[in-house]
């Protein structure tokens, strides 16, 4: 049982670069969010998903764009990457109004 | 909005002590959940504990206890006969029921000295 799968697990990128984090689950969860980590700080949330083909935003969109187009998969996607962006990326899932399972992280660089 | 404080960044105990880590939070809910997540060095988020806020009774995970009190807004958790392997970020979180946005602190690192 994989649990919540992230790739890849670390990125260097250029500023203006695109890119897209994938995330995989495997438990059949409903729900799926992404969160940035910055030093000293604990997780936020970016976007989420309820289900499948919907998204909604989080505490600190801006900048990423997500989909949810099968319902193991939600996709973090960066259009044009800034170095503000660097940072620790989890994904998670759950079930109704069980506890979250998260990814093991993406850690990206924004040079 | 939520908001989520822990006010001690950083933390140290030794090798078969207790230990306690403070979080209050700031909501006006009535009904949600609060938890403590681990992070060691591996990066790996792992729930330690969860207290739902209409139980009174405070929840406990083997050596993992919390201290509920609602009216002050307080979660804090006690980690009795510390091991090394508890040595980490600790992480207290908020989430109201049938909502989406979970909040986070700031996290205290702790360290366990042998």
């Known amino acids: 049982n994989a649990g919540v799968t992230q790739t890849p697990k670390f990125r260097v990128l250029k500023t203006g670069q695109s890119m897209t984090l994938l995330c995989a689950q495997d438990m059949n969860h409903e729900y799926m969010y992404w969160y940035r980590q910055d030093p000293g700080m604990g997780l936020r949330l970016i976007h989420y998903s309820v289900g499948e083909g919907t998204t909604a935003k989080g505490e600190v969109p801006d900048g990423y764009n997500v989909s949810r187009l099968k319902k193991q998969n939600f996709l973090l996607g960066l259009e044009s990457a800034a170095p503000s962006q660097t940072s620790v990326y989890f994904c998670?899932?759950?079930?109704?109004?069980?506890?979250?399972?998260f990814g093991d992280g993406t850690r990206l660089s924004i040079l | 909005a939520q908001t989520v404080t822990q006010s001690q960044p950083e933390m140290s105990v030794q090798e078969a002590e207790t230990v306690t880590l403070s979080c209050t939070y700031d909501?006006?809910?009535?009904?949600?959940?609060l938890f403590w997540y681990k992070q060691p060095p591996s990066r790996q988020m792992i729930l330690v504990i969860r207290q739902e806020a209409y139980k009174q009774q405070n929840a406990t995970e083997n050596r993992f206890s919390v201290n509920f009190q609602k009216a002050a807004k307080s979660f804090s958790l006690k980690i009795s006969d510390s091991q090394l392997g508890d040595t980490a970020m600790y992480f207290c979180a908020f989430i109201a029921y049938n909502n989406n946005d979970m909040r986070f602190g700031a996290g205290t690192r702790l360290t366990v000295k042998p």
């Open positions: 909501t006006s809910e009535n009904n949600y959940y």
């Open positions: 998670a899932s759950k079930w109704g109004n069980q506890p979250q399972h």
